[in-house]
């Protein structure tokens, strides 16, 4: 049956409370058929272009934008046709269509300059530039068009104008290195997004901006509540499609860490196939992380090569898988070159942990510990929890190769409540192996089975294979000896065999997988356990006790 006008009238008035029921789905099906019997004027073309980019249809919203636009120009409506420039150019923005969107945003402040229009529609375009500036890493003068636009916003009550240039605000700040105003400023977004201060349509990008700034800083635990706050907001919009491209990313991110693989793995899959360059590089990396974790190394090597090829430099993941599989002096070599180069210090603490575990699995102590303390120099410069996390634990890794045992559980122990409070179970498992190891060569067996245990339990239930690998790896018990175990730690009783053994400092050094350094810091703590003072009167003491 052909509708009639009143009913193609009733069905705009219905497509109208649908849209503010937040029933956008239906929505769009009321304007479609109602544009089919007599084509949607300027207004009702913006909602229906409004419900399918909430919907996730952009090229049709696009196209009805695009009408929309045409229509206010003919009726000489400029601000109206303004927004709907806009509006195109926000979309094609977001699905990565750089040179379609630049060319809307360009009639856009066509439109306001010849106008002389100011207000909320100058201060987006100004967002918008401020925006395009900042991509450039042009940022002063982003940060400057962006306070602009704020300005134009709050005079103009608009608060998609706000949100838009206080996100550029944002991320000017923390490159500038304001890293608490710029959370601040975060925060504010934020804020009026969840509190419905702003159009639908900017809640996306909004969260995507947000949680790429709580990333940069590694703020895990700010993102994680804007990310519960969103969710929540979202799960009463079940229409919606908030996360696209980028943002998947960073929920594969925050999935991650939370122990949530299988989802992770699946939202970066998505961002891989929606984005392009350096962007589908990020959720390449992100899939390789997920599979070295897995203990998957060929699909990981397959991920990282993927996203360095499309411009993402794949570390320090590629790094550490290539410690696993033996290649530490290449990773090492790798992390000291990127090392040296100027970077934000929350990467430069990532890469320098990564550093460490290279360094120890090449058993050079000295410059593992070199690399840690430097690492714990940044940690201390830093308010991120995560930063001094990473920095607790390589110092307590670094203790444990030194034999430094009971130091080394004070280190592990903040390690562990630090990932405890951010509820990252695979690094909390990490440490705890490594707990385990050290109360096992200090002689306490039961305490490390436990925490063994512990690891094991974590590792199986997230399917970190490589987790499990390294569990497997270790000997079922502390090694036994003569009644001198009760004196030395395990190493200090391999150390001590091998000198009655006759071996030079640098032959047990080579055996042990230690710098001569660290063998000289064990017979240093071996002479004073057993009050002796030489070599000789240490393999004397061997002999005597049946060590060997």
């Not at 009550?157 to 500038?176: F, K, N």
Request: with cysteine; proline share 2%; aromatic share 4%.
């Amino acid at each position: 049956m052909a509708m009639t006008d009143a009913s193609a009238a009733l069905g705009l008035a219905q497509a109208r409370d649908l849209f503010d029921a937040s029933q956008w789905n239906r929505c769009v099906e009321v304007l479609t058929v109602a544009d089919a019997h007599t084509p949607l004027g300027g207004r009702d073309l913006t909602l229906l272009a409004d419900a399918a980019y909430l919907t996730g249809r952009d090229e049709e919203a696009v196209r009805a934008y695009g009408r929309a636009y045409q229509q206010h120009v003919t009726a000489t409506d400029w601000r109206s046709a303004t927004r709907s420039a806009l509006a195109c150019g926000f979309v094609l923005a977001n699905a990565g269509e750089g040179i379609r969107s630049g060319a809307w945003t360009a009639r856009a402040k066509h439109l306001v300059d010849e106008h002389d229009l100011g207000g909320a529609e100058a201060g987006w375009v100004l967002a918008e530039e401020a925006h395009r500036l900042m991509m450039q890493r042009q940022v002063a003068d982003a940060l400057s068009l962006a306070r602009k636009g704020e300005s134009l916003g709050l005079e103009a009550r608009d608060g998609d104008v706000v949100v838009l240039s206080r996100l550029t605000i944002g991320v000017a700040l923390l490159v500038e290195g304001e890293r608490v105003e710029a959370m601040r400023v975060m925060d504010e977004v934020m804020v009026a997004v969840s509190s419905e201060e702003t159009s639908a349509a900017v809640v996306g990008l909004a969260y995507c901006s947000a949680i790429g700034a709580c990333m940069m800083v590694r703020d895990v635990a700010r993102a994680r509540e804007w990310t519960a706050a969103l969710t929540r907001w979202c799960d009463a919009r079940p229409d919606m499609v908030p996360y696209r491209g980028t943002c998947l990313v960073h929920r594969s991110q925050m999935m991650t860490l939370g122990g949530d693989w299988t989802n992770a793995a699946e939202e970066a899959l998505r961002a891989e196939s929606l984005l392009r360059g350096r962007s589908a590089g990020d959720a390449a990396y992100q899939l390789g992380e997920l599979a070295r974790l897995r203990g998957e190394a060929d699909a990981a090597a397959e991920h990282y090569r993927r996203a360095n090829s499309l411009g993402k430099q794949p570390e320090p993941g590629l790094s550490r898988l290539r410690v696993a599989q033996g290649r530490a002096e290449q990773a090492r070599k790798t992390l000291v070159r990127l090392c040296g180069e100027r970077r934000p210090p929350e990467d430069r603490a990532e890469l320098l942990a990564a550093r460490v575990e290279a360094e120890l699995s090449l058993a050079d102590v000295d410059a593992a510990r070199s690399s840690a303390e430097e690492l714990a120099g940044i940690a201390a410069t830093l308010d991120a929890s995560l930063v001094d996390g990473l920095a607790q634990q390589a110092l307590g890794a670094v203790l444990v190769a030194e034999q430094r045992l009971e130091e080394a559980l004070e280190p592990l122990r903040r390690a562990r409540q630090v990932w405890e409070e951010l509820a990252l179970p695979h690094p909390c498992a990490e440490v705890r192996l490594l707990v385990g190891r050290c109360l096992r060569e200090l002689g306490d067996e039961g305490s490390a089975s436990l925490e063994l245990e512990a690891a094991r339990e974590c590792f199986a239930r997230l399917g970190a294979a490589s987790g499990l690998a390294i569990l497997d790896a270790l000997p079922t018990e502390a090694p036994s000896a003569g009644p001198g175990v009760n004196v030395l730690t395990a190493r200090e009783l391999e150390v001590v065999r091998l000198v009655a053994a006759g071996h030079t400092n640098r032959a047990i050094a080579a055996r042990l997988r230690l710098s001569e350094k660290t063998v000289a810091r064990h017979l240093s703590n071996i002479y004073a356990k057993l009050g002796v003072a030489s070599r000789a009167a240490a393999t004397a003491y061997a002999y005597e006790q049946g060590i060997v």
